[in-house]
């Protein structure tokens, strides 16, 4: 239903925009909304209120240019309860409960406990009992990134996490091409594991690229702009929400990638024939899977929001 509360954006001071669009927003009750007058499209606005405040409001086009632009936008009936990935950005502890009953809290982040637990047939109330529990365990040396400023954080990933892809997608990439020369007839799915690999390899090499010129480098630029009190800076690709959108969904396609290589494998477990290179294969399949998790979650839930705000602070 068309809301007759209408905010104009033309008349609002550039770097106020932003700010009183979210703060409305936020002041909305269920089912509650309003409209938004423009003079330009504004879906970049569309992507950096699902990036920060997730999939709560529905976006309805009441009119679409060429000179004005009206968007209602309506708080769902109910707010969205606390993502897995917000979860674990906040306490890292919890990440070993969800990595124990195989969900996804970095490529597929974003969804509730109550969305996770019904897809995987797990106890709702069990599930938030462990979670409960993992606030209890000592951290230990756990490193508090949610805390670090962006530019190092975007350094940290890329010195730490690419630089693990790309030392190893070539010799992961070589193993498993020779093991499927050499078991795929015993072994099918030795064949469709490296096709499945070879095929993520390509891609995250190329999001890597895209990352560490294109988004890490803007990032980098936010961070600068604030330090030094500076206005925010230009780029090719509008706001940052654009390229986020991009990285998030390649990150979810690599996370497919290796859930169906997991599901080829059967979870890791090397046939009884299996050469030392086959287990070897699997042993680095894991270990690669692994810190994918922990890369995505980094930017996913950490680098990335915290990216949105930073931009939506000096607009």
Known sequence: METTDILDV??????FKHPTIFQKFDSLAPGEGFTIHNDHDPKPLYYQLLGERGDIFTWEYKQ???DVWKVAITLKGEKEEETVGEMVAKDYRKAQVFKKYGIDFCCGGKKTLSEVSQ???ISLEELKAELKAAENVESGSSIS?????LDFLSDYITNTHHQYIKDNIPFIS????????????NHPEAVQTAAVFERAAQDLSLHLVKEEKILFPFIKELVAAKRNN???PDSSFGDVANPIEMMESEHEQAGEDMEEIKALTNNY???????????????KLEEFENDLHKHVHLENNILFPKALELEKELA
């Open 10 to 15: 033309t008349v609002i001071e550039p770097r």
């Open 64 to 66: 679409s240019g060429p």
């Open 119 to 121: 897809k995987k047939g």
């Open 145 to 149: 990134f949610d805390k670090w400023e």
């Open 174 to 185: 070589e193993l498993a091409q020779k093991v499927a020369r050499v078991h795929g007839a």
């Open 230 to 232: 500076s206005v925010l």
């Open 269 to 283: 477990q090397v046939p009884a024939d299996a050469c030392t290179s086959y287990r070897l294969l699997y042993q």
